[in-house]
Each structure stands twice: as C-alpha cells, then as structure tokens.
C-alpha cells in the first residue's frame, strides 16, 4: 500500500517506493521516481477528492490549478445570477402544473390553449434569443432592439406585443419580493411598434362565407364552418369533441360547448343551422362515424391552417378571412335574423353587453322606407299568435 505523505507543495501528496529511504524517514534524499497525487475540496460535492496518481509532479500542479481557476469561474456564475432559460423553463413549468397564474398569482389558473401558445413562443422565439443570457445582465437596450428587429422583419404588433408579455411575466414572477431572482424587469420601459394594425373587423355577407367555404379542401373547411355558423372561438374548436355535436346516431341541433375561456362560454349551447350540419355530417362520416375524439382533423392553434386556406382563397379570387372575423360574421348573421340581445349574448358566450357591441357588425337591413311595413308585418303576426310572435 503507497505511503503518502503531504510535500512541500500545498495540496500535493508523494510516495516514495518500499526501497527508497525516503520511505520510512521523509528527511532522507529520494532515490526512486516516486507517485504523486493531488487532493482539494469540492464546495459542490462538499468532501475533499484526490486526483489521479501520476509520476509527473507538474501534472498534479496543474490539476489543482485547473480546480482553483473553475471554482473562481463558478463563483463569478454564481453571483451573475440565472440565466434567462433558466428562469424561463421553470416559469413555464409552474404554469403547466398550475403553480403559477394570471395576475401574479391572484387569478385563475392559464387555459391549456393558453399555455400551449406561451409553450410555442418560448420554444420558437424567445428562448433561442435571449435563452443563453443572464437574465439580470439584459437592459432595456437589448429588449428594445429585439423588437425593432422583429418589427422589420414584418412581424405584426400584436404578435410582438404577445413575445413581450411572456417576456415581462417570467420577469415579474422571478422579480417578486418573496424570489429576488432579478432585481427588475427590463421590459417595462420598452417601445411597440405603432398600432397601426388595421382591426379584424370583417364581416362576411352569407353568400360570401358559402363561397369562402366551398373554396376550401374538406378538412380545412371544417374549423372555418363550425366559426361561421356557430361562432366558436379558436380555443373552442380546438377542444371540441364528437359527444360534444351527436345526438345517438346523428348529428344534434345544438353544439355543447364544454369549456371556455369565460364562465359565460362554458356549457352554452349554440344551434346548428342546416348548412352546418350537412358540413359536419359529411365530415362524420369521413372520419368514420366516431363517437370520441376530436372533430377536426387539422389543427388551428398555428398558422399552417390558415397559410392553406389563404392560399385556397387567392387561387380563388376570394379575400381572405380570419376565425376571429367567422365569428363576428355569426353575429352579425344572428342579428340579422332577428335574434334578441339576450339571445346573442347567449350563444357568443358574453356576460356583457358591452362584449357584444364590441363583435357585432349588423349585416344589410331593409330600408328606412319599409320600417312601417317590418311594424305592421310584427304586429299581423301578434294578432294571429295568442301568445306573441
């Protein structure tokens, strides 16, 4: 077994062969070419360890030189604090498992769409810029030039306004008192490119949406029906599920929506119109007349859906349309059948007013000349319904 003893080298240990006399007396001169060996602490694993045994004392010099140089390096990472994809993975993985929600906490818990479109942007967009950073090192400066950048490029406001809101909460949440991960959020002084987006308030008239849809390879026409005619939400469609449109071995005369990003969305129960249900019926039994699983064979939380249908829609001389402007042509097509404001409310899954008016864009009425006549037609018909009509 080698002897070891310390030399005169801090953290360097020698052993002399059986033979040397400097085997037995450390004060006799060495004879042999002896072992040597380093030793040290390691902070991370909080015991000393030895290096490999060598003949070459330099090698060991340089071990231990290589550990001091790594343990000061490590030291300096440690005081720069975590870096933004650090911070950003484990924001996002509170969010998936609930631990984290709006408002800081204070609201309710993000949706799965929700969660999935932030998954998206993480993964797409702002981790590869900025992942490898040290969350405290980026300025204002930095963020600032991202976003004229992305400006350039031709990315939307609302699309930038979107990075830069997934951006800003992982930096409040790791900024709060109780955390002190960073000591502030860059992005609350930064500039958005100028509003300037036209609104997506487009109105389809029927004629129009019939054309729209008929340009359109079945599956993808789907998603865009289910919006013109029912006025679900991207979301919405997203979940829906077959038990969600069948009614035994047919299709029902209403859609159960079964979860919304509202209260007021969730279980409500919008008619199916007949154009509808044809759509839906051959879209039944092309999937195989299941009784499970997801209506839509496409998805709709990207942007390929829509890049097809846009594509559809030239070829066909046809201006595009967005789901978000489906569902304002739905309201506008219940307001011009006559449906009530309660009515409306209802089936668009708002608990205001004020929702709806933001939505509605009444399709064309007949002229102010035929008011008196759409009053008298009213009142013939409550004259011959007992119960109003």
């Given at each position: 077994?080698?002897?070891?003893?310390?030399s005169?080298?801090?953290?360097?240990?020698?052993?002399?062969?059986?033979?040397c006399p400097a085997?037995t007396d450390?004060?006799?001169?060495?004879?042999?070419?002896?072992?040597?060996?380093?030793?040290?602490?390691?902070s991370?694993?909080?015991?000393?360890?030895?290096?490999?045994?060598?003949?070459?004392?330099?090698?060991?010099?340089?071990w231990l030189?290589?550990?001091a140089?790594?343990?000061?390096?490590l030291?300096?990472?440690s005081?720069r604090?975590?870096?933004?994809?650090?911070?950003?993975?484990?924001?996002?993985?509170?969010?998936e498992?609930?631990r984290?929600g709006?408002?800081?906490?204070?609201?309710?818990?993000?949706?799965?769409?929700?969660?999935e479109s932030?998954?998206?942007?993480?993964?797409?967009?702002v981790?590869?810029?900025?992942?490898?950073?040290?969350?405290?090192e980026?300025?204002?400066?930095d963020w600032?030039?991202?976003?004229d950048?992305?400006t350039?490029?031709?990315?939307?406001?609302?699309?930038?306004?979107?990075l830069?809101?997934?951006?800003?909460?992982?930096?409040?949440?790791?900024?709060?008192?109780?955390?002190?991960l960073?000591?502030?959020?860059?992005?609350?002084?930064?500039?958005?490119?100028?509003?300037?987006?036209?609104?997506r308030?487009?109105v389809?008239?029927a004629p129009?949406?019939?054309?729209?849809?008929?340009?359109?390879?079945?599956e993808?026409?789907?998603?865009?029906?289910?919006?013109?005619?029912a006025?679900?939400?991207?979301s919405e469609?997203?979940?829906?599920?077959?038990?969600d449109?069948?009614d035994g071995?047919?299709?029902?005369t209403?859609?159960?929506?079964?979860?919304?990003k509202s209260?007021?969305?969730?279980?409500r129960?919008?008619?199916?119109?007949?154009?509808?249900r044809?759509?839906?019926a051959?879209?039944w039994?092309?999937?195989g007349?299941p009784?499970?699983?997801k209506?839509l064979g496409?998805?709709?939380?990207?942007?390929?859906?829509?890049?097809?249908a846009?594509?559809a829609?030239r070829?066909?001389?046809?201006?595009r349309?967005?789901?978000?402007?489906?569902r304002?042509?739905?309201?506008?097509l219940?307001?011009?059948?006559g449906?009530?404001?309660?009515?409306?409310?209802?089936?668009m899954?708002?608990?205001?007013?004020q929702?709806?008016?933001r939505?509605v864009k009444?399709l064309?009425q007949?002229g102010?000349?035929?008011a008196?006549?759409?009053?008298?037609?009213?009142l013939?018909?409550?004259?011959?319904?007992?119960?109003?009509?």
């Amino acid at each position: 077994m080698a002897n070891w003893r310390k030399s005169r080298f801090p953290g360097v240990y020698v052993a002399h062969s059986k033979s040397c006399p400097a085997f037995t007396d450390p004060e006799a001169r060495c004879r042999c070419k002896p072992s040597w060996r380093g030793r040290r602490w390691d902070s991370a694993a909080r015991k000393p360890v030895w290096g490999k045994t060598t003949k070459d004392r330099s090698e060991v010099l340089v071990w231990l030189a290589a550990a001091a140089k790594g343990a000061d390096h490590l030291a300096e990472l440690s005081n720069r604090g975590p870096t933004f994809g650090a911070l950003g993975d484990e924001w996002l993985d509170g969010v998936e498992r609930g631990r984290i929600g709006r408002r800081r906490g204070r609201g309710k818990p993000y949706s799965d769409t929700t969660i999935e479109s932030m998954r998206r942007r993480w993964q797409y967009k702002v981790r590869p810029e900025f992942g490898e950073r040290f969350a405290g090192e980026l300025t204002e400066m930095d963020w600032q030039r991202w976003i004229d950048q992305l400006t350039r490029q031709g990315l939307s406001r609302s699309s930038i306004a979107q990075l830069v809101s997934l951006a800003s909460g992982i930096y409040s949440w790791a900024a709060a008192p109780s955390r002190r991960l960073v000591q502030r959020n860059p992005l609350r002084l930064v500039e958005l490119p100028p509003n300037d987006e036209k609104p997506r308030m487009r109105v389809a008239l029927a004629p129009e949406a019939a054309a729209l849809l008929a340009a359109l390879e079945p599956e993808d026409r789907l998603p865009y029906a289910i919006a013109f005619y029912a006025g679900l939400r991207r979301s919405e469609l997203y979940r829906l599920e077959w038990p969600d449109l069948l009614d035994g071995d047919g299709i029902a005369t209403r859609i159960h929506v079964m979860k919304s990003k509202s209260d007021a969305g969730t279980h409500r129960r919008p008619p199916i119109a007949d154009n509808l249900r044809t759509i839906l019926a051959a879209a039944w039994e092309r999937q195989g007349r299941p009784h499970e699983g997801k209506v839509l064979g496409v998805s709709v939380m990207s942007g390929k859906h829509a890049e097809r249908a846009d594509a559809a829609w030239r070829a066909a001389g046809l201006s595009r349309i967005t789901l978000h402007e489906c569902r304002h042509t739905y309201a506008s097509l219940l307001m011009a059948a006559g449906y009530t404001i309660k009515e409306l409310m209802e089936y668009m899954g708002h608990a205001d007013l004020q929702m709806v008016n933001r939505y509605v864009k009444l399709l064309p009425q007949p002229g102010e000349d035929d008011a008196a006549a759409r009053l008298n037609d009213y009142l013939r018909r409550s004259a011959s319904d007992p119960r109003g009509a």
